[in-house]
């Protein structure tokens, strides 16, 4: 039989280890997120220099200080986006914590009504209801997902800054290549890299989506496209 992208086994086994290690949102959108910025604004240093006419060593100089030190800007900012992401859940829980220390008939009244909008009704309900109860974790957790729409799955701030990181790191040398390598046209060179650095990425990301892997290669070559044209032409600009 075909399988198709996300296909995974039904036995018992498999059912119980997938759902023992949930895997959470991920890092595709830290990797995502910090190869498109790092191309886009490293090569936004690049067009805009060299259409300014300066030296390529200007190049190379500036395009090193925005990818290590905008890098490490994105990582931190990422760190801590996902870092209040956390300290918010973990706000939340405790608030739950206290409800149903305090006020364990309204928690139930919310909990059979999260329920009941998951379809059950008559017996069934009030059996759930009275099951999720007796275990205050699991009580919890449905209170976070059904109240606040919080996954089950906490996320990891330093994990997601170093994915943004080295994602920026990776996609934001590219541009700079041709020029430490002293090839000859190097900002044509640069430009067909990170055209094609754009691409790629949005390639890749389509595997997370339902997007054809063209389509989404495109998509995002068109955005980091777009953001250099702009850059060149201003670059012109100051091109005394």
């Known amino acids: 039989m075909i399988t198709q992208p996300g296909d995974h086994g039904h036995s018992q086994s498999e059912i119980e280890a997938r759902i023992d290690a949930p895997a959470g949102r991920g890092y595709v959108r830290d990797i995502v997120y910090g190869g498109i910025d790092g191309s886009v604004t490293t090569f936004a240093i690049v067009a805009g220099v060299a259409g300014a006419g300066l030296s390529p060593w200007v190049i190379i100089a500036l395009g090193i200080a925005n990818v290590l030190a905008d890098g490490f800007s994105m990582a931190a900012g990422n760190y801590s986006g996902t870092k209040a992401e956390l300290d918010d859940a973990n706000r939340l829980r405790k608030i739950e914590e206290r409800h149903i220390r305090t006020h364990p008939d309204g928690e139930k009244r919310e909990l059979r009504e999260i329920l009941r909008r998951k379809g059950l009704s008559g017996d069934a309900l009030e059996g759930a209801v009275e099951q999720i109860a007796q275990n205050r974790d699991q009580w919890i957790q449905m209170m976070l997902e059904g109240e ?93």
């Open 148 to 240: 606040y729409g919080l996954a089950s799955v906490d996320p990891h701030p330093l994990n997601a800054a170093w994915a943004t990181f080295l994602a920026f790191i990776a996609a934001g040398m590219v541009p700079l290549l041709p020029f430490l390598f002293g090839l000859d046209n190097a900002f044509l060179v640069s430009t067909l890299l990170t055209l094609v650095t754009f691409f790629g990425i949005g390639a890749y990301k389509s595997r997370w989506s339902l997007s054809p892997w063209w389509k989404s290669g495109l998509e995002t070559l068109l955005i980091g496209g777009t953001a250099a044209a702009i850059a060149y032409f201003v670059g012109t600009l100051f091109n005394l």
